[in-house]
């Protein structure tokens, strides 16, 4: 199975950790969605990345071939945090089936994140190559007052 990684999972270590059988596969993009900050992570102590439909916008991220979920559903709080939701990627010009975390309770308005986090992000999405303007984007967006 694919999976759509755009936040803290982007990262090499993030996913050796939780989800140790991971193959990262490239880049990939998320048309007609947007990255907002909408969830309260107890685990980071601030705001962590969710991903709301927009028409006209998009994210990028990194996209793995897993062969479980078992892990990473925990550290993901499937069920009660994020849900699992399937989304269709451009990944190589080709479009893909893959899954994606959202978050289930959205926070009305976005939460700061913790500097933590925020250079976990950027330095995942720096580490996966990701376009420039992602990376400029993806500044803005981790420096909600």
């Known amino acids: 199975m ?7 999972n982007m990262a090499a270590e ?3 950790e939780f989800a140790p059988g991971a193959r990262y596969l490239g880049p990939a993009r998320l048309p007609g969605f947007r990255l907002e900050l909408r969830r309260r992570s107890i685990r980071w102590g601030g705001g962590a990345a969710d991903v709301v439909e927009s028409d006209g916008d998009e994210v990028w991220g990194a996209l793995y071939e897993l ?6 559903d925990r550290k993901e709080g499937a069920g009660f945090a994020y849900q699992r939701r399937e989304v269709q990627v451009e990944h190589d010009g080709q479009p893909a089936a893959a899954l994606v975390y ?13 500097p933590e986090y925020a250079a976990l992000l950027l330095s995942g999405a720096r580490e996966r190559g990701l376009p420039a303007g992602w990376l400029r984007e993806l500044e803005s967006r981790l420096r909600i007052a």
């Not at 694919?2 to 803290?8: D, H, I, K, M, R």
């Not at 959205?106 to 913790?114: D, F, G, L, S, Y």
């Open 2 to 8: 694919l999976l759509f990684a755009y936040g803290s």
């Open 102 to 114: 959202e978050v289930i309770d959205k926070e009305p308005e976005q939460v700061a994140p913790t």
């Open 14 to 16: 993030e996913m050796a």
């Open 67 to 72: 062969p479980e979920l078992s892990l990473l």
